[in-house]
């Protein structure tokens, strides 16, 4: 057997993870607020007339800012957390008052070390998230408690579970470029649920933005919309490049396409194109940056940290590889996995093939997991072991550090000859909060079989392994998905956000997956992709391909473990078995099993 008891080979593979996991530092998780890290050349960069430019990023909880060499080295970054409401299950608020306070506090940071004449351009990204302007571009509440300040649903937010049901139920053609159904993470269904529970609200609608969108408008004053941003989130049709009037119509949506569609917006640029004049004068002083300094035309977080991937090389070779091999995951609360190709791939339960999303003269298709870091953060917080290891050891990316180093130990103790064998017995479906991809079942729980009575840490290790080898097991249901509809075969995947910096995360989807990952040496990978933006809107690179080129740097390289593939083939039956059988309990429960 694979996972044989009684296994003397420690100084095989198990001697590789202590070494690997040896990497993981307790500085290697989320960074506290307004932290920053000059590199090495902080003095002669400073000294120098370099060009640079400045990538924003709004997470679920934060928004960051970095400074950013042309070469894609980050010279500094800043972070700042921002507020969510949450006022009951599944609903979660946020204000872009308050993010865009927090924007132009990083942003000034960043930038203090050079100057303003330095910087060349300007590039956001954000979370696909649902901002409400009224008149004059004021905030318009999306709460039941009326407040003013709370204008922005954000994208985790699953109130509009009906509404999401009832537009599937129409199966419009549109709906084949996000795999057949629309989610409710998406914005159409999010805006006809304020029309029926927020009609003041609705009715005063001057623009609905995504959230990228609303900061190239509050930077510029300029009403675009990014190609990324509509195609992907709001079922805008790029192939007519223009907004259906039939579907939004169908949907309840009308009063949605009066006046040329305005209040959805009816310029629609792609990534990297310059808007307008660049930074307005308000703009420019909130920030503290130079008047017209060029902004470009925004993306969507995740697809900002895979334009910064998808030009990431292994180590120091100048070989072009094909971009269509390469799946970038940006891994953090949630995941999203992202893969280009030139010609359409049309995938049941992956959204796209959005055309021109990320790069022109390519098919971005996205899977993704609506909650990774966040499930982790779940599992570690509610085992009754977390408050003798946060006494123990503070703060929580130090816990993970000590049950990443533990695991090998208890593999050893046991006899074990892999760490993955710990979980011989323990099998998990991870979508405590629905499946996004490839199911695209929102209704989706989790499962956990293999309990025992074990107690105490050992049970918490135990337990934290086999949820991120469940995740990982849902990146390869993704991947086979894509492979069944003819896309073309992966030869890499790409990892960066917070889970990147987990090691054992990234060597369970290698050895999972049956893939190398490529780690980039540039961690914030993110904040690259969005000055990668700002780069080639300034004219810096002649195309945001380019920009990716250039700024992509190169990585390290993670092999997968050949030596545990027939165990994981075992387990991904499994895996697959437990989708199977949640589906025969709801038809048990709800009568419908003869």
């Excluded at 992907?232 to 009066?258: H, I, M, P, R, V």
């Excluded at 009754?384 to 503070?394: D, I, M, N, P, T």
């Amino acid at each position: 057997m694979f996972c044989q008891k009684g296994w003397k080979g420690g100084k095989g593979h198990l001697s590789q993870v202590f070494q690997l996991l040896s990497l993981f530092t307790v500085q290697d998780l989320y960074k506290p607020v307004i932290e920053s890290s000059w590199k090495a050349s902080k003095k002669m960069s400073k000294q120098t007339q370099s060009s640079y430019f400045v990538g924003v990023d709004v997470g679920t909880g934060s928004a960051r800012a970095a400074l950013v060499a042309a070469n894609g080295r980050v010279v500094e970054q800043a972070v700042q957390e921002i507020k969510t409401w949450t006022p009951e299950p599944d609903y979660y608020e946020q204000s872009t008052e308050d993010i865009w306070s927090a924007i132009c506090k990083v942003v000034k940071h960043v930038i203090a070390g050079v100057k303003k004449s330095q910087v060349k351009g300007i590039g956001f990204d954000a979370t696909c998230s649902l901002v409400v302007l009224g008149l004059n571009g004021l905030p318009l509440t999306v709460s039941k408690s009326g407040e003013e300040e709370r204008n922005v649903i954000l994208w985790m937010d699953h109130r509009a579970d009906k509404e999401t049901a009832e537009i599937n139920a129409k199966k419009h053609p549109l709906l084949q470029y996000v795999g057949g159904q629309v989610s409710l993470e998406m914005e159409v269904p999010k805006l006809l649920w304020l029309k029926r529970n927020l009609s003041k609200t609705f009715g005063s609608i001057w623009r609905v933005f995504d959230l990228p969108d609303f900061l190239t408008w509050r930077a510029t004053g300029v009403d675009t919309r990014s190609l990324c941003s509509v195609v992907c989130k709001w079922n805008y049709d790029a192939a007519a490049n223009s907004w259906n009037e039939e579907f939004l119509c169908g949907a309840g949506l009308q009063e949605l396409t009066s006046n040329n569609f305005e209040k959805l917006g009816s310029d629609v640029q792609p990534p990297g194109k310059r808007v307008g004049k660049g930074l307005s004068a308000c703009a420019a002083e909130d920030l503290g940056l130079s008047v017209g300094t060029v902004v470009s035309t925004s993306l969507i977080d995740a697809h900002a940290g895979a334009l910064g991937m998808f030009g990431c090389r292994a180590g120091s070779s100048e070989d072009v590889d094909d971009v269509q091999g390469k799946m970038a995951l940006i891994a953090g609360t949630s995941t999203c996995h992202m893969s280009i190709t030139r010609e359409a791939c049309f995938a049941k339960g992956v959204w796209g093939p959005y055309q021109d999303a990320i790069i022109p003269g390519y098919f971005l298709n996205e899977g993704g997991q609506s909650i990774a870091g966040h499930l982790l953060d779940h599992v570690l917080k509610s085992h009754e072991s977390y408050v003798e290891l946060k006494e123990l050891l503070g703060e929580d990316k130090n816990i993970y550090q000590h049950l990443n180093q533990l695991l090998p130990k208890l593999a050893a103790a046991r006899g074990l000859s892999e760490v993955c064998c710990l979980t011989q017995d323990v099998h998990v479906w991870p979508d405590l909060h629905g499946n996004r991809s490839p199911v695209a079942d929102p209704t989706l729980r989790g499962i956990i079989t293999g309990l025992d009575m074990t107690r105490g840490i050992e049970s918490l290790a135990i337990k934290y392994l086999s949820y991120i080898q469940a995740l990982a097991y849902g990146t390869r249901h993704i991947i086979e998905n894509l492979y069944q509809h003819k896309r073309a075969p992966f030869q890499t995947l790409l990892f960066c956000g917070g889970l990147a910096k987990n090691p054992l995360y990234v060597q369970c989807h290698a050895d999972i997956c049956n893939l190398p990952a490529l780690i980039p040496d540039e961690q914030e990978m993110v904040l690259v992709g969005a000055a990668a933006l700002g780069a080639a809107a300034a004219g810096h690179f002649d195309s945001v391909e380019s920009a990716s080129k250039a700024m992509g740097g190169t990585g390290q390289l993670m092999e997968p473990n050949r030596q545990t593939l027939e165990f994981h083939n075992r387990k991904y039956k499994v895996f697959l078995r437990l989708l199977e059988h949640q589906r025969q309990y709801r038809s048990i429960m709800n009568g419908e099993d003869r």
